[in-house]
Every structure is written in structure tokens, then in C-alpha cells.
């Protein structure tokens, strides 16, 4: 399972599945949920000035997760969209499906979904990209009629 | 895109800016570097003093901004819109009394500006080394040696060639007896108002990435010679007399020109609600 | 689905900042931040509208508990190196903090002291940038090693800034201020 993929299903389906995974348990957050531009920063080689490559929207959540009957499990995520309430539901996710508590089956399934729309994603790129292939050996011989 | 619901910036370009302005305070007139982060107004209008501004502000906070000590140019009335859409709850001002947070740009109001209120500058060049030092690097550790004989120097050649520093606006000060800033386009008559203020002062250059401050009640020297004192501005007429503002008849602030056209000129305060003001607001009533 | 108390919120923190702002450009001026701090004291509420993974900090005494420390979600550095600190003021200082460089003064570190009352205790007068003629600073339960570490700390440009807190309130002494000594 690949829970990164659960990014492709729709927003709500997984903000739904994590309130229902979450319904009845306490919910600690170990870092504060928080969305933002994350910078980039590299170091120039010369001087060893520090610079900004650029920036990207990320969001990231840390959360643990009490049971009553379960006890307790921890989840993060980072996610590359400045979506706090979508990065506090992926880590919660993210702590039931490490756990394996009841429902990780549920989050298998979303994330299998997630998956297989990153393959027709893929497979549809790389035919996009299949037709723009050009072969240069063969410029070179092509006779103009 | 920005995810906090007040101040657009989110939450960490606002804590850099938090830290960037308490260092700022800390040592008065050095330049803070900072990541200036993309807004939604070009580069160069404005956005270093945005930014400070949307960190700065809270709800119930009452802004007011000047461009050119006018709060109707374009550049202030996008800016002040932007501000109090982002910013619910944030009332926009005109008046300087009634404002607890000024963004400018060129001027310093010429009511007193009392405890309690904050002044925020877009900077466009936040160096005042850049007229002798193309290289930032240089001027890094000019600044840090506090090395400003080059810039000594160039006045000394103003004064020679014209008898005066030729610099009408960013005229360089020191501040508490260390760092040169340039204190943004403010023409001279305002450098006073610097000296040992009763607010805190707020440097944004957006472009530039820097972030500078002067805080209250600290010492913002000119720089001069000892022969060779610095001047404000006179606006003295043809007899030598203290022109007068036509519209309000001030003879104590700062004035601009106006050509008319059938020849000559008219003076008038440059600062629209201080004219207003000794007015009594005629067009409030 | 986010539930999260002060000291936390986005819009307590807007608040402790301002009030961090004004208090730290009039050094010796006390600030009352209870209603942003959601019980938690007031050095926590600082340390969380200014820290975050760009930056580094120290709990030199151990005064936060481990969820605090990783909510402040700034880098632990060892006390030498962290660019905030948080220490409590009854204990001397153990360590030697960043004080910045010439080139770059900015990354001298802010300490944030925990003490027992502002307002209380033996006064110092304060001089220098921000304060008109002279302040006046009361703390209660600070040692009084911190002053003089501090003496040695800050050669301006370079130095340290202090924010002394107590459980609701808080006080700057930035690099610049003169501290004159003990008042009668």
C-alpha cells in the first residue's frame, strides 16, 4: 500500500474516512497542523551564499491517536498542497493503517484507488509521450518525394 | 497559496518576518536579511512594507496609508484595499490621528506621531552604501567594519562641487551611533522625525529582501560636517520669506509645487490630512 | 477535525506578537499575554508565535513538557547554537550562547527566561534605545548571575536579547539596553 497515493482520491473521501476512523477517539496533535509555502533553500557553491530555489505550498500533521480498548498509535504527514486539514486526516490515516487497528482494510482500499489512478495517470503520460517520439537515426534517410 | 484566514501571509512566512523585525529592533538599522516571499502585487510597489504590515496587524487595528503623503493615490488605495480584504476586522484611516498602524511611502506624517501607533516603510533600496558599493557582499561587510568612508567621501564631493549634499530624499543617518541607514525616499524634512521618535519605525524592501528598523526614542543622526550642517528644506519665495501652504496657510510643513498653467506655481501642503486637519475637515462636514 | 487551544492558534499568536513587538521596542515595559496563553505560561506562548522548523531551539532546564518541544517544531540544538533558548532565571547560566557576528549580529540568540513574578523583586534601571529617559524592571526570582553573563554576552552589535516571562506576562531587555545597576 502506498499511502501517498490516498492524495489522488478526492479530497472528501479521505477528510470522511479519517473523521469516521478518528470518531470516538482523542486525537493529540504532536506538531500543529499547519499549511504554508515551504522555502527551498540551497547554497551557492562560490561563496557559500545561502539562496531560495523557489517555493512550494506544503501542509504537515503529526498526530496520536487514543482508544479506549486499542491504547494508542502515532501518524504524520507532509503533504505538497497547503491543505492542513487534509494533511491532519492523511496522518491520521497514516496512524491507523501502521497500527493495522479495525479500518486499515478501509484505508488499503482508498489508497488501491488512489494507485490505480496514478497508473492511468502514468500510463496515459507516457502515451502522450509516445507519440511526440521522435526516431533520429532514421531523419537522415527519409527521401523527400 | 496563503492558508492562514487574516493577514494572507501564511504561517511561516509570518514567523520569519516576526523574527526578522525583533532581531531589526534589536539592532537598530541593520539590515535583517529575510525570504521575501511571492505577493500578489509586484515586486517594487510595495510589497516589503506589505509584508510587514499583514504580519503586524489585528483585528480592530486601524490602517492608514499615504502615498506621497497623499491616501488617495493609486498605489495606496490598492494597497489599502488589499490590506483590509485580507485583514477582517482591520478598519482603513485616513486621518493620522485616528491610525494605529501607518504604511508609507515618501513621507512621515507631519502630525506627531504619538506612543502606541507604528510607522511601516516600503523601502526601494535599502542600502545607503549602494551609491558607492555595486556589490552587496561588499557593503555587508562595509557595514559590519563599519566602514563608511566611501560614502563620507561622496558627500564630501557633493559638497565640494555644489556647497550642499546633494541628496534631496534618502539622506543617509546614523543610528544609535553605528549603522547608516537609508531611511527610504523621505525628503529631508522628515529625517528629524526619526530622532529620538515616540513609535516604533519599520523598514520593509520586499525586493531587496531586507528588513531594518529604528526603534522609539533612539538617536537618527544626519550625516554632516561640521561646516557644512544639515538642512531641511526652506521653501523660501523670492524675498526670502517661509512660503505658505495656499490652501491651509501652513508655514510649517513640507510643501509641494505645483506649476500653473498660465505660468508660476502654487504651494500646497504635501500632506493631504494634515492640511485637512488645520482645516477642520471641511469635506467630512 | 483541528482542534487546537492557545497557545497555539494562528490568531493568539497575532496577538502575543504585538503586544511581543511593543514590548520588546520599550525594553523594560510589561506585557500581560494570559488571554493568548490558554494556560500555558507565557514563555511557551512567545517560543510558539516565533518558532517553527526554520529555526533552532534549546530547552537548556528542561522546563517544556515533550509535546510542547516537538508542537515548537524548531530544530534542538545544544544551548550554544540554538537561536532561541529557553532557561529558567532562578539557575545561573551553564552555557555561553550564539552572540552573532559581525556579518551577521542578527543570529546573536533570544533567550526567554522563566521567572517567578514581573513586577516584584529587586529593580534594575534601564537605559538606551526605546526607552526615553530611564525604565525601571522588577524580577523576581532571577539570579543575578544573568546580568552579569549578560554584561559579558553583548558587545554591540553583538549579544543576546532577553524576554523574561512569568506565568502571564512578559518584559525585553534587547542587546542594546543599558542595565545601570540595582535601584534603592
Not at chain 2, 546633494?166 to 543610528?175: D, E, I, M
Not at chain 3, 506562548?45 to 532546564?61: E, G, I, N
Amino acid at each position: 500500500m502506498r499511502v501517498c497515493d490516498l492524495l489522488l482520491v478526492p479530497r472528501q473521501e479521505v477528510l470522511a474516512l479519517a473523521e469516521r476512523l478518528s470518531a470516538g477517539r482523542e486525537v493529540e496533535h504532536l506538531v500543529v497542523p499547519t499549511a504554508g509555502s515551504w522555502l527551498l533553500q540551497m547554497r551557492e557553491g562560490v561563496r557559500g551564499d545561502r539562496w531560495y530555489i523557489g517555493e512550494i505550498p506544503a501542509a504537515q500533521a503529526a498526530v496520536r491517536l487514543y482508544d479506549r480498548q486499542l491504547g494508542s498509535c502515532r501518524g504524520a504527514a507532509v503533504i505538497m498542497r497547503a491543505d492542513a486539514e487534509l494533511a491532519v486526516a492523511a496522518a491520521i490515516l497514516d496512524a491507523v493503517a501502521r497500527a493495522s487497528w479495525p479500518g486499515c482494510d478501509e484505508i488499503a482500499a482508498l489508497a488501491a484507488r488512489g494507485s490505480a489512478e496514478r497508473l492511468r495517470a502514468e500510463g496515459q503520460r507516457a502515451a502522450i509521450r509516445a507519440a511526440t517520439r521522435v526516431s533520429f537515426s532514421e531523419l537522415g534517410t527519409e527521401q523527400d518525394a | 497559496m496563503a492558508a492562514d484566514d487574516f493577514g494572507f501571509l501564511d504561517a511561516y512566512a509570518v514567523r520569519e518576518i516576526r523574527r526578522a523585525l525583533l532581531k531589526a529592533l534589536a539592532v537598530p538599522g541593520y539590515q535583517v536579511p529575510y525570504a521575501s516571499r511571492e505577493m500578489p502585487i509586484a515586486r517594487g510597489f510595495g510589497t516589503g512594507g506589505l509584508q510587514l504590515s499583514l504580519s503586524v496587524l489585528l483585528p480592530g487595528d486601524r490602517i492608514k496609508v499615504i502615498d506621497q503623503g497623499a491616501d488617495d493615490s493609486v498605489n495606496a488605495v490598492n494597497l489599502r484595499r488589499f490590506i483590509v480584504a485580507a485583514c477582517p476586522g482591520v478598519q482603513p484611516v485616513t486621518r493620522t490621528a485616528e491610525a494605529t498602524v501607518i504604511q508609507t511611502r515618501h513621507r512621515i506624517p507631519e502630525r506627531p506621531l504619538m506612543p502606541g501607533q507604528l510607522m511601516i516603510y516600503q523601502v526601494p533600496y535599502p542600502d545607503p552604501l549602494q551609491i558607492v558599493e555595486p556589490r552587496e557582499a561588499e557593503r555587508r561587510r562595509m557595514h559590519a567594519e563599519g566602514d563608511y568612508a566611501r560614502l563620507w567621501v561622496k558627500l564630501y564631493e557633493d559638497v565640494v562641487r555644489f556647497r550642499e549634499v546633494a541628496l534631496s530624499n534618502r539622506y543617509p543617518a546614523r543610528v544609535h551611533g553605528r549603522y547608516i541607514i537609508d531611511p527610504s525616499p523621505i525628503p529631508r524634512w522628515d529625517l528629524p522625525k526619526l530622532h529620538r521618535s515616540a513609535v516604533p519605525h519599520l523598514f520593509g524592501a520586499g525586493r531587496e529582501k531586507k528588513i531594518y528598523a529604528v526603534p522609539p526614542h533612539t538617536a537618527v543622526e544626519p550625516l554632516a560636517f561640521a561646516d557644512v550642517p544639515f538642512e531641511v528644506e526652506r521653501f523660501r519665495d523670492e524675498q526670502g520669506r517661509r512660503r505658505r501652504c495656499a490652501r491651509c496657510q501652513a508655514d510649517d510643513t513640507y510643501l509641494d509645487q505645483i506649476p500653473l498653467p498660465g505660468g508660476g506655481s502654487r504651494w500646497q501642503c504635501n500632506d493631504q490630512d494634515a492640511c485637512d486637519e488645520r482645516l477642520g475637515y471641511p469635506d467630512a462636514r | 477535525m483541528i482542534a487546537i487551544d492557545h497557545p497555539w492558534r494562528s490568531d493568539g499568536q497575532r496577538q502575543v506578537f504585538r503586544r511581543l513587538l511593543a514590548a520588546w521596542a520599550e525594553p523594560g515595559s510589561v506585557a500581560d499575554i494570559a488571554p493568548w496563553c490558554g494556560g500555558a505560561h507565557a514563555s511557551l506562548a512567545v517560543l510558539a508565535c516565533l518558532c517553527d522548523a526554520a529555526t533552532s531551539f534549546c530547552d537548556a532546564d528542561q522546563l517544556l513538557s515533550p509535546t510542547d518541544r516537538s508542537r515548537l517544531a524548531a530544530r534542538p540544538a545544544p544551548a550554544g547554537e540554538a537561536a532561541f533558548i529557553l532557561a529558567d532565571a532562578a539557575r545561573p547560566p551553564a552555557w555561553v550562547p550564539e552572540r552573532g557576528s559581525l556579518l551577521a549580529p542578527e543570529r546573536g540568540a533570544t533567550i526567554v527566561l522563566r521567572c517567578q513574578s514581573l513586577g516584584e523583586g529587586a529593580v534594575v534601571a534601564l537605559r538606551g534605545p526605546g526607552i526615553a529617559e530611564r525604565a525601571a524592571l522588577a524580577v523576581s526570582g532571577l539570579h543575578p548571575a544573568w546580568w552579569t553573563a549578560r554584561a559579558c554576552w553583548c558587545a554591540y552589535p553583538l549579544g543576546v536579547d532577553f524576554v523574561f516571562c512569568d506565568a502571564t506576562r512578559l518584559a525585553c531587555v534587547p542587546r542594546t539596553t543599558t542595565v545601570g545597576g540595582e535601584e534603592s
